[in-house]
Structures are given as structure tokens and as C-alpha cells.
């Protein structure tokens, strides 16, 4: 069954969606507005107790491609390239799945998203006012990328930590956060038609700031 695109538009109405690449303040700011605003704060990878559970290698091999490690070392030692194409084919299966479980949320409150749907399927699932961006230079998206403290980051820092050469390893993962957030992609975020943020790496907190403008971007307190 396919659901065309207006329909979901209608019943996705009540989300706003935060996208972009790694490091840019997009978990932030939806805990920060959902707060704020008492929306409903969907986190990064908030369709994993569901896709977990649900996808087939024949439909979803990206999302189950970890189902099938027999150590995780594996994930990290794989080449950049690999590393890049999975992202972005995951992103993709896992849009299925966010759209599905947005769909299943009560329509009385509003929904914040952090999100890794990709552009083109938001412009057809979503609007302007619905869609914000958020953009970080490189650098920061992959030198400062272990330096969060949510458990799967950890998790595979210590993966790493763990390797025969450990340095060589990290080297070789930043290879491929630095291909998943090349400039080719940064470009294509920024030419995607939404309004868009970029952090400044200058030490500044920001916090307050960026959540007035994306409030006001969404229009919530209209």
C-alpha cells in the first residue's frame, strides 16, 4: 500500500521537523522548544523500539545490518565510503518507519522532531514552517562528534577504545563522518529550500537565541 504524499502532509501537521548534519544543536534545541512549548519531543532515533523489532533484510538491509554483528569492531573498522552509504540508505528505511509512528501520536499536541528523513521526502511531507535545518561546520561535526554524552556515542567510542590500534580506528570513523558531512552534502542541506541555521564555532552559547528564532520560524506562538 502506498499513502500519497497530500495525505500525509494533512495528518503530519501537527510535527515539526529539525534536521541537518551532526553536531549543530538539533537535539537541543527539540528538548529546549518541547519544554517550552509542551510538545511532544520525538529524540534521534526515536523509531528504534519499533524498527528493531520489525525490519527484514529483504526490505530494511541497512537497519539490520547491526542485527548481524558478531562484534562490533566490524562497524567501526569498515571503510569510509561504506560507512557513508549505509547512513544515508538507513536514513532513508528509517523515514518509513518516523512516518509511520509520527502517524500513530494523539493529533491534540504539537510534535518536535529530530530527524534524519531526508530533504527531498520532507518537501513532500511537510512545509516551509515545518521544516528547520541546522547546519555545523565539518570540523566540529567530526572532531567534537565523541564528545556528546549520549550512550550510543559512547558506546562506540569505547568500541574503538577497545581495537588493536585504537588510533588508527578513530582515524579511519572520522574518515567517514568527515564523508557524511562533506561539503557536498552541507551544500545540498543548505540547497534544500528550508530555512536554515548554521552554528558558529566560536564557544558562544547560543542556546536561548537559536530557540526564539526556530520558535518563531515554526510560529509557535501563533
Known amino acids: 500500500m502506498k499513502i500519497e504524499n497530500n495525505i500525509l502532509k494533512y495528518y503530519l501537521s501537527n510535527v515539526y521537523f529539525i534536521t541537518g548534519t551532526a553536531y549543530a544543536g538539533k537535539s537541543t534545541m527539540a528538548k529546549m522548544l518541547a519544554e517550552r512549548y509542551d510538545m511532544v519531543c520525538c529524540g ?3 523509531h528504534t523500539p519499533v524498527s528493531n523489532i520489525v525490519a527484514v533484510p529483504e526490505a530494511q538491509p541497512g537497519l539490520c545490518y547491526t542485527k548481524n554483528l558478531t562484534d562490533w569492531k566490524e562497524f567501526v573498522t569498515r571503510s569510509p565510503e561504506e560507512y557513508e552509504r549505509w547512513i544515508f540508505s538507513t536514513a532513508r528505511e528509517a523515514a ?4 509511520a509512528e509520527l502517524l500513530s ?3 491534540d499536541r504539537r510534535v518536535i522532531v529530530d530527524t534524519n528523513i531526508p530533504i527531498e521526502i520532507l518537501k513532500e511531507i511537510s512545509d516551509y514552517h515545518r521544516v ?4 555545523s561546520p565539518q570540523a566540529m561535526s567530526v572532531e567534537r562528534f565523541f564528545e556528546r554524552e549520549d550512550p550510543e556515542k559512547q558506546f562506540l567510542l569505547r568500541v574503538i577504545e577497545s581495537c588493536d590500534n585504537p588510533q588508527a580506528v578513530m582515524e579511519n570513523y572520522k574518515r567517514g563522518l568527515a564523508l557524511i558531512n562533506s561539503q557536498k552534502n552541507y ?3 543548505a540547497a534544500g529550500g528550508f530555512f536554515t541555521l548554521v552554528r ?3 564557544g558562544t552559547d547560543t542556546r536561548e537565541q537559536v530557540c526564539g528564532i526556530l520558535a518563531e520560524h515554526f510560529r509557535l506562538d501563533a
Do not use: I, R, T
Open 200 to 202: 558558529e564555532d566560536d
Open 132 to 135: 528547520a535545518v541546522m547546519l
Open 105 to 107: 501520536l494523539p493529533k
Open 187 to 189: 551544500d545540498e542541506y
Open 44 to 46: 534521534e532515533n526515536y
Open 96 to 99: 518509513e518507519f518516523e512516518v
